[in-house]
């Protein structure tokens, strides 16, 4: 649990007498299930539902996070939610020590429609970036929808994006965009129910280092993010040679414009193994239902991630053509030490294991 004092300051300091501002108990959660079962599915695409909330906030290896929560004082009705969860960057430093930066997300912002426009969005995000600065975490971010990015604007907050956007379309012949297969002889591909340590450490050692940020890949923390999430089905696969893994692939299947799509959450191969991720993907198009397209989303800083994206036969689609372009706002927290500025996109190896909706 919070320290109740913690709460009390940063209620203090955002000074609404129109709002009561708090952090939600276990006991909340089914009333904030209720209330966004009971919103329109095109503004909540997924219910936030108890046992997702406990997954954020009370099972996250990272550390607890909290659920924001906004009523209204005199009938305590509930009026919005906003659930900030920590996550983990690996940072190197200029000495090329590596350093570990604790963030919090914050996801999952919805405001009843009869108490919007009133500033319940934005006392909401005020007070949850206060409590995140008073636990001792530098640095926040979110990867918002379209509905809530002019906030986040008027808020002043940093902008990153739009991220990097690739499509592979599953017709015949497609892949051979990517040029013809050549080195994937030998590979094989495992599919796995969870992550062993395999990886830990691959990508600090593999990355060039203009990249000074990523998200950290800890077996717990990619068994959290993807095998025990309770909403969604991830699909893990390792690529192996001669059964060393060599590189991984995450997806999920989801429906984007009503087309089914395979999209990539996260993949890693060793820089030499440049058709490791089209081998995976082949693998994992060939089983479930058939997909119209697969997705790419994000950082494609590292020479080899690009190589593998090309050679796995996706092309990037311009900014302009983007349906939902993905940006990252966010910011460091307060004025002291444990400040961290949000990192350059060049800098920063982010995939959508980075955050929340993939
Ligand atoms: C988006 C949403 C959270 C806004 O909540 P809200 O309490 O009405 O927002 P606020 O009153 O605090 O607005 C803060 C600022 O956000 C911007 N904003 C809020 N709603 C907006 C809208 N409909 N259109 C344009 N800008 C908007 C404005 O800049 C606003 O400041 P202003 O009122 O001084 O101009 C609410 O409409 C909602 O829950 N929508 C459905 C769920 C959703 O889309 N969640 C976002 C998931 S990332």
Request: charged fraction near 25%.
């Amino acid at each position: 649990m919070l320290d109740p004092s913690i709460v009390a300051d940063a209620v203090k300091a955002i000074g609404r007498d129109d709002l009561e501002l708090g952090i939600a108990g276990p006991e909340e959660y089914g009333a904030i299930e209720e209330m966004s079962r009971a919103a329109s599915p095109g503004e909540v695409f997924s219910p936030l539902t108890a046992t997702l909330i406990a997954w954020f906030v009370d099972r996250n290896p990272c550390g607890p996070g909290f659920v924001v929560l906004a009523r209204d004082p005199s009938s305590r009705l509930l009026a919005g939610h906003f659930v900030f969860y920590r996550w983990r960057l690996v940072r190197r430093l200029a000495s090329g020590e590596l350093s570990e930066v604790p963030v919090f997300l914050y996801v999952r912002l919805y405001v009843r429609p009869e108490y919007r426009r009133r500033g319940v969005f934005s006392a909401m995000t005020a007070f949850g970036l206060d409590v995140a600065r008073r636990l001792g975490v530098g640095l926040a971010y979110t990867a918002p929808n379209p509905r809530s990015s002019p906030g986040f604007v008027k808020f002043g907050m940093e902008r990153r994006g739009p991220l990097p956007f690739r499509v592979r379309a599953s017709i015949p012949g497609w892949g051979l965009m990517g040029g013809l297969p050549r080195q994937s002889r030998g590979l094989d591909v495992e599919v796995r129910s969870e992550f062993d340590a395999s990886f830990q450490g691959a990508i600090a050692r593999d990355l060039p280092p203009a990249i000074r940020w990523w998200g950290d890949r800890t077996p717990a923390l990619l068994n959290w993010r993807y095998v025990e999430r309770p909403d969604a089905r991830y699909e893990i696969r390792y690529v192996r040679e001669g059964g060393h893994p060599s590189g991984f692939l995450v997806t999920r299947r989801m429906r984007i414009k009503g087309l089914l799509a395979l999209v990539v959450c996260d993949f890693w191969c060793e820089p030499r193994h440049d058709d490791a991720l089209r081998v995976a993907l082949v693998h994992a198009q060939s089983a479930g239902d058939r997909t119209a397209l697969a997705v790419a989303i994000g950082s494609d800083r590292p020479p080899q991630a690009r190589r593998a994206l090309r050679r796995a036969g996706f092309v990037a689609v311009p900014k302009a053509l983007l349906p939902q372009p993905i940006v990252i706002f966010g910011g460091g927290l307060g004025d002291g030490p444990a400040r961290v500025d949000l990192p350059d996109l060049d800098a920063w190896h982010l995939t959508p294991g980075d955050w929340d909706v993939f």
